[in-house]
């Protein structure tokens, strides 16, 4: 583990994702290795991928590049305003259907929020709840907390407010009768999915969850049975970083996890 780790913090310069034209280095997982026969990431009229069953294998090269993004995947809070093109936002959607979740009953319900007048709210939601959230800091650290910045929702480009249903129809309730809690855990495997693809054509994603749930559900005017999971921002980054913020300026140090025998 730690080896993987001190490689990883040697890799000098950032990688070369974004590249739109070599489909093997953007998609290093997609068995296709042409750009033109595409069918991983097909044209957007065409958004099911059905490669077919059979064996799959990677290279390692592509083992390598899954490791690179991995470790470039970074929360970003700066952002260019440069526009997301639609293919691309197309790319995410796709990225989070990939997702696993529980008895496939893709639970995740997403928003494109482009009013002005919503992201607004939602930034007003944000900063009640950073002001309540502060205040719960103990005092020797709300100065440093004041001075964190934990969301890009006035300059990102594209923004998501992404629910989960908790009484989705699909999946026939398999694997949550004992657990309803999978079902937010689906969602949140979708957005690493969609994390992952953004950062693989260059784009950063933010994170956010410095709301009131309850807030955004009203504003959003959910059904009933939708919970809010998690505010997207996403958009080209300023400057991207293989460290964590927070551990860049900090707050919280990144520390490795290690796993019981038992
Ligand atoms: C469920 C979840 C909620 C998060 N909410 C916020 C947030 O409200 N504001 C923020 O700046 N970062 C948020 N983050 C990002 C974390 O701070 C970040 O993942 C962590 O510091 C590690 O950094 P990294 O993602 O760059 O590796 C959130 C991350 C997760 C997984």
């Not at 979740?101 to 939602?122: D, K, M």
């Not at 990102?156 to 009484?167: G, I, K, N, R, S």
């Not at 059904?223 to 300023?238: A, E, M």
Request: net charge negative; proline share 5%.
């Amino acid at each position: 583990m730690e080896d993987f780790f001190l490689k990883c913090r040697t890799i000098e310069q950032p990688p070369k994702f974004g590249h739109r034209h070599n489909h093997r280095e953007c998609f290093p997982w997609s068995s296709v290795t042409s750009d033109s026969s595409c069918r991983a990431w097909p044209g957007i009229d065409d958004m099911h991928m059905h490669a077919g069953a059979g064996m799959m294998e990677f290279a390692d090269s592509e083992r390598e590049s899954l490791l690179r993004l991995l470790t470039w995947r970074r929360d970003v809070r700066h952002f260019e305003t440069r526009e997301v093109p639609p293919v691309v936002v197309q790319q995410l959607r796709l990225a989070m259907d990939l997702a696993p979740s529980v008895g496939n009953s893709r639970p995740w319900r997403i928003f494109q929020v482009e009013s002005q007048a919503r992201r607004l709210a939602v930034h007003d939601i944000f900063r009640q709840a950073n002001a309540a959230a502060m205040q719960d800091q103990v005092p020797e650290k709300r100065q440093q907390y004041q001075q964190l910045k934990l969301e890009g929702i006035e300059t990102a480009p594209l923004q998501l407010a992404v629910f989960t249903d908790t009484d989705p129809t699909a999946g026939y309730g398999l694997g949550r009768h004992s657990m309803a809690g999978t079902l937010e855990q689906s969602t949140a495997m979708a957005v690493q999915n969609l994390n992952l693809v953004a950062r693989a054509q260059g784009l950063g994603v933010g994170m956010v969850s410095v709301l009131n749930a309850a807030g955004m559900e009203r504003l959003f005017e959910v059904p009933q049975t939708w919970r809010f999971s998690l505010y997207l921002c996403i958009g080209w980054p300023q400057f991207t970083d293989d460290l964590p913020l927070l551990h860049r300026n900090g707050w919280q140090e990144n520390q490795t996890v290690a796993w019981e025998s038992c």
